[in-house]
Structure formats: C-alpha cells, structure tokens
C-alpha cells in the first residue's frame, strides 16, 4: 500500500505564512508529478499547484505569486510554501502523487489549513 505523509497545516492569521510537506516512497515520488489539491467546505476539490520529474510547474490563478511548490528528490519530498494566505484558502490541502508508470493517482489523508482571526 503507497503511503503519503502529509504534514504543516494549522491556523493562521489572514497575512500568514505555512508550508505544507508530503513525502512518500522514492519509487513512488521519482516517476510521479506531485501535486497539491485542496477542498474548502461546500466546494469541490480543486488543484493549487504541481511540479513534474521534469521540473515543470503549474499553479491556480488563486495563489499564483503567493504559493510556491517545490520537490526535494534526496528526500522523496514535496513542499507548498504558502504566503500572504486569506481567508479563503481555508480548506483541507490533499498531496497526490500521479504515477506515470500505471498512471494511477495516489492521495494522501489531507492536512487542514485555516486562515482567521
């Protein structure tokens, strides 16, 4: 069973920063775009940002300029450095690990990010 261990989420003022981290197996990680998806409440899960094997990066028009999505391939790790955050991105942040091997999308349990003050 592919396991991914989320972990960075908590309360923030609205002005606030965190960084969210995911690590799973390198043999998983090395073949897989990485991507962070959240799901705030009433809303359907949408996608914040990716980063592929090849270095190519991909972020919502929400949080371009304030999130920024970075892998750590020694460590099998990959990071959401969130800035600036609003209330409205509250929500709980999902890592995805997209497989290209079987092409088979793994998820992580989720890490709750709330901004408020």
């Known amino acids: 069973q592919v396991q991914l261990v989320e972990s960075g989420g908590g309360l923030v003022q609205p002005g606030g920063s965190l960084r969210l981290s995911c690590t799973t197996s390198?043999?998983?990680?090395?073949?897989?775009?990485m991507g962070w998806y959240r799901q705030a409440p009433g809303k359907e899960r949408e996608l914040v940002a990716t980063?592929?094997?090849?270095?190519?990066?991909n972020y919502a028009d929400s949080v371009k300029g304030r999130f920024t999505i970075s892998r750590d391939n020694a460590e099998s790790t990959v990071y959401l450095q969130m800035n600036n955050l609003k209330p409205e991105d509250t929500a709980v942040y999902y890592c995805?690990?997209?497989?290209?091997?079987?092409?088979?999308?793994?998820w992580g349990q989720g890490t709750q990010v709330t901004v408020s003050s």
């Open positions: 390198r043999n998983i990680f090395r073949f897989s775009v």
């Open positions: 980063f592929t094997t090849g270095g190519s990066t």
């Open positions: 995805c690990a997209e497989f290209g091997v079987l092409k088979h999308d793994y």
